[in-house]
């Protein structure tokens, strides 16, 4: 049955699949960081959330808010990962986690807040913005989205879920760009015919969300 909201409990239980997914997907996140980059982002990414799994697995479900459900899993990843991605995804997660800091549910608004401040993060820290072929091109639509459907007041299931095709619909589009900042800066046009590693690794955990929120 579609979730209405999570709970601190549902809320780690989601973050371990996510971390799972993100696991499972390495050898197509080293294809695309090594087709563009220097093919580190899918050992990099299952390093952290191998990290992850086992903080998120520690953490006592009954006393532990939504926020730092998040931010541990942000601080995994910014203390294990190393390089680039391990700033900007622990940043995504530790200070959007922060931003709902107080709230008992993850719901639609959370969702909203949880990623308009993890985006504001990630773009300061990174200094990239959408348009640039980094992970801003998958995770920039989907904070618009959340933002949208929580103006809208959407059930929580339903505005997850389209946060997740805005998402991939945004890691399908970085294909088109020609990268500026980033991973592949260095190859201007012959950036062009693939999708960002960074924006495939938001696409994957915003869907898995989704799909955890859906059953
Ligand atoms: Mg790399």
């Known amino acids: 049955m579609p979730k209405t909201a999570l709970d601190a409990p ?16 390495e050898p197509l996140l080293t294809d695309a960081d090594r ?6 982002h899918g050992l990099g990414m299952q390093r952290g959330m191998t990290a992850a799994l086992e903080k998120l697995g520690a953490l006592d479900p009954e006393s532990t808010g939504i926020d730092k459900a998040f931010s541990t899993l942000g601080m995994a990843m910014m203390s294990t990962m190393g390089g680039a991605s391990g700033a900007l995804f622990g940043t995504l997660f530790r200070n959007g986690g922060k931003a709902i800091a107080g709230n008992s549910h993850f ?8 990623l308009k401040v993890g985006l504001e993060g990630v773009m300061s820290r990174g200094g990239a913005k959408p348009g640039d072929k980094t992970m801003i091109d998958a995770l920039h639509p989907a904070a618009e989205k959340a933002l949208e459907e929580a103006a809208a007041g959407s ?26 900042m980033g991973r592949a ?3 201007g046009e012959k950036s062009l015919g693939k999708p ?15 799909e955890f929120s859906a059953k």
Do not use: Y
């Open 35 to 40: 087709a563009l980059g220097d093919g580190d």
């Open 196 to 210: 960002d590693a960074g924006a495939c690794s938001v696409a994957i955990i915003l869907r898995t969300m989704a």
């Open 10 to 25: 549902q809320v780690i239980s989601m973050l371990q699949e996510v971390c799972q997914a993100i696991i499972a997907a």
């Open 155 to 180: 059930p929580f299931a339903e505005a997850i879920n389209a946060v997740a095709a805005a998402g991939e619909a945004g890691r399908d589009a970085s294909e088109n760009l020609i990268a500026t």
């Open 185 to 187: 800066k260095t190859l």
């Open 107 to 114: 719901g639609t608004a959370e969702l909203a807040e949880l």
